[in-house]
């Protein structure tokens, strides 16, 4: 290992306040007085626990994406053509991203338990955005299951 590969190992670690705003991105909460492995723990444990608030903030290409690797199976990584913008898996950190440049192309891999997490209820939301419905936003979510469990006595 040399200094210039750890250095380039740590641009592509992710910052504190960078998981942090992802989780506001995903409305997610997670404390900012904890240590930074901790924050990343607590962050991957939120987005595993909680595949919804990932899924109700992809479009249709990226859950199509999404199909994709989901149908590649474990271990196994997808081509896509690169483009000047990331994709939201990668700005949320739920891909590995290799960069062919004389190609032109990423190399996505989504940890197992990332793509297991996500793909209970991917389909569902692949199918609406197919359609062209409208997939219900979180607070939509939160609101419906509130009134049901307000209608079935449970408050």
Known sequence: ITKKSLREDKKTLKRKAEMLKICDKLDL???SNLRKDETAR???LEILTHPIN????LCKAELQLLDKIEKAGPNQYIV??????L???????????????????????????V???????????LQM????????????????TALKRFMEGEY
């Open 115 to 125: 793509r297991e997490s996500l793909a209970t209820s991917y389909p569902a939301y």
């Open 29 to 31: 909460y997670v404390s």
């Open 42 to 44: 607590r962050v991957a």
């Open 87 to 113: 994709y939201k898996l990668q700005k949320f950190g739920l891909v590995l991203t290799y960069e062919d440049n004389e190609k032109g192309e990423w190399h996505l891999l989504m940890p197992d338990c």
């Open 80 to 85: 896509v053509k690169q483009r000047k913008t």
């Open 54 to 57: 990932v899924l109700s903030q």
């Open 129 to 144: 955005a197919e359609k062209g419905v409208k997939a219900p936003s979180l607070k939509g979510l939160r609101m419906m």
